[in-house]
């Protein structure tokens, strides 16, 4: 094992410490490993349904929510854009139910790649942070989304704790920097309106 840490990029204490204690949580109940399961698995789908929800939901829904998605999308693009690029730069960083067969089984099909950054971190804080854009309210629940597909991406055997946090801090970047130029957006933003048939409004104030 020494050697292959040597050749890889290291796994610290803190990992071992909280992936061992958040994968121990696997053995408190079968509903909690189901939820796990679903939010580690099929966190792009749930992302999606709530894109859907702020897109298709008027009058509550109204075009401010609407340029939150656009904005949330560039943002995630973005930052998968980023973590896939680290991924393949950085050497290899071995899974948990990789690195350690023994202890850690993972809950989910998952090919043996490397494991830095987090993809799903990433993205998730990405998204959550530019749906601030849509209220305080809105952006706190994403917030919210976004740490607990980060927790179960621990919790199912896929990752480790700075595997998340990192993809975390690509993602919160990632979604400032697209809400700081979101000036530049509201060309797309207007043909995806024109293409739905929404009606923008006449001069929107970028604040």
Known sequence: MSLLLAETFPVTAFDYHWQKIIYGWTAINPLVNG???VLARYAPEIWAGVFLLLWFWPPLRQNRARRAVVYATVAGVLALMVSVALSHGLPYRPRPFVLEPHLVRSLIPHPPDTSFPSDHAAGSFAFATALFFAGRRDGWWAILLAVLVSIARVFVGVHWPTDVIAGGAIGVAAGVLVLAARKYLEGLVRVLFT????????RYRYR
């Open 195 to 202: 293409i739905f048939r929404f009606q923008p409004e006449r």
């Open 35 to 37: 939820l796990g399961i």
